[in-house]
C-alpha cells in the first residue's frame, strides 16, 4: 500500500487572542451519513489538531467548518 487516506470534517478553530495570526484548527474524523457508512466502520475515530501561523492556510480551513476534508498519508521521502 503505497499511502492511505482519511476523512475528517472541520469541527473547530480559534483564533490566538495574543497573536491574531496564529490559528488552531481542529478535526474530527468522519462518522455521519450514508455515504460514510463503509469508511465509519474502519475508521473509528480520530481527531487532529494543528497550529497555522500562516493565515492563507488557516482561511482555507476555517471556510470548510463544518464541511469534509480527506487527507492523504505517504511516507516522507528522505532527503
Request: no cysteine; charged share 20%; hydrophobic share 40%.
Given at each position: ?39 465509519a ?5 480520530g ?33
Amino acid at each position: 500500500m503505497s499511502a492511505v487516506q482519511a476523512r475528517f470534517y472541520v469541527a473547530g478553530y480559534e483564533r490566538n487572542s495574543w497573536d491574531p495570526t496564529v490559528t488552531t484548527v481542529k478535526m474530527q474524523a468522519v462518522s455521519r451519513g450514508e455515504h460514510n457508512r463503509e469508511w465509519a466502520a474502519a475508521t473509528p475515530s480520530g481527531q487532529v489538531t494543528m497550529t497555522i501561523r500562516n493565515e492563507s492556510a488557516a482561511d482555507w480551513f476555517v471556510g470548510l467548518l463544518g464541511k469534509e476534508i480527506a487527507v492523504t498519508f505517504t511516507e516522507a521521502p528522505q532527503d
